[in-house]
């Protein structure tokens, strides 16, 4: 079993608040594809688990293995690895934004295409429907947002944090992540995020907010097996 519940939180989620989006092949767990590609193995994963994530994701398919802690079988190749940090509420100034607007569904499109020129980290066609999504417009065009993603019990990860590179320096950032926040804690949940540890301004910005290093973590790709059989983990 994990220790905290932030440990494995894509599984905490799956079996938890965001139940419903959950696709499941034993004891594995992943979201639809065009809502998120955070999938889920147990905290203490076997061969047989192995094996149904291949099957789940089908042969030879690149599989994202975000916050993985155990070691990967060896017959699946890693494609990518990289250094990453969870961080926790510490004393956030939560509060609402004036400016900031409730993004929907119709606001999809404007907000693939900002993700696509930011490259904040994943945003697909459903991720707006792991949770609130807030952004500021000028002129009528989006340019900034935050959002929610990853739901574990008692807490919620904001993600999609992104400013058009011509309206940076306003702090547009930090005031959307302190709304959303806001929305998180008027719940009685507790926010939470991902960044990549090489990202240092992102980290500073988010230290400055009021959040604080609870971990250092992993964030893995891995191509299955072409074959069913999943071999000896390494």
Same mark, same amino acid.
């Given at each position: 079993?994990?220790?905290?519940v932030?440990?494995?939180?894509?599984?905490?989620?799956?079996? &938890?608040?965001?139940?419903?989006?959950?696709?499941?092949?034993?004891?594995v767990?992943?979201?639809?594809?065009?809502?998120?590609p955070?999938?889920?193995?147990?905290?203490?994963?076997?061969?047989?688990?192995w094996?149904?994530?291949?099957?789940?994701?089908? @042969?030879?398919?690149?599989v994202?293995?975000?916050?993985?802690?155990?070691?990967?079988?060896?017959d699946?190749?890693?494609?990518?690895?990289m250094?990453?940090?969870q961080?926790?509420?510490?004393?956030?100034?939560?509060?609402?934004?004036?400016?900031?607007?409730v993004?929907?569904?119709?606001?999809?499109?404007?907000?693939?295409?900002?993700?696509?020129?930011?490259? @904040?980290? @994943?945003f697909?066609?459903?991720? =707006?429907d792991?949770?609130t999504?807030?952004g500021?417009?000028?002129? &009528?065009?989006l340019?900034?947002?935050?959002?929610?993603?990853?739901?574990?019990?008692?807490w919620t990860? =904001?993600?999609?944090?992104?400013?058009?590179?011509?309206?940076?320096g306003e702090?547009l950032a930090?005031?959307?992540?302190?709304?959303?926040?806001?929305? =998180?804690?008027?719940?009685?949940?507790?926010?939470?995020?991902?960044?990549s540890?090489?990202?240092t301004?992102?980290?500073?910005?988010y230290?400055?907010?009021?959040?604080?290093?609870?971990?250092?973590?992993?964030?893995?790709?891995?191509?299955?097996p072409?074959?069913r059989a999943v071999?000896?983990?390494?």
């Open positions: 079993m994990s220790a905290h932030l440990d494995n939180p894509a599984h905490a989620s799956l079996t &938890g608040p965001h139940a419903r989006f959950a696709e499941r092949r034993g004891r767990l992943r979201y639809p594809l065009d809502v998120s955070w999938l889920a193995l147990p905290d203490d994963p076997d061969a047989r688990d094996a149904d994530l291949a099957e789940l994701a089908g @042969p030879g398919a690149e994202p293995l975000p916050a993985f802690r155990g070691q990967v079988p060896a699946w190749e890693i494609t990518f690895e250094d990453g940090v961080l926790v509420d510490d004393g956030l100034a939560a509060a609402p934004d004036p400016e900031a607007v993004l929907g569904h119709a606001d999809v499109p404007e907000m693939l295409d900002l993700v696509e020129r930011t490259r @904040p980290g @994943p697909l066609p459903r991720t =707006i792991m949770g999504y807030l500021i417009r000028r002129g &009528g065009a340019i900034a947002m935050a959002g929610e993603r990853l739901h574990p019990p008692g990860e =904001i993600s999609a944090v992104c400013t058009d590179p011509a309206a940076r702090g930090g005031r959307l992540v302190l709304a959303v926040a806001h929305g =998180i804690r008027e719940r009685g949940e507790t926010p939470f995020l991902h960044a540890a090489s990202n301004n992102a980290v500073r910005l230290e400055s907010l009021g959040f604080r290093l609870r971990t250092r973590t992993s964030f893995l790709a891995a191509r299955a072409q074959g071999g000896v983990v390494a």
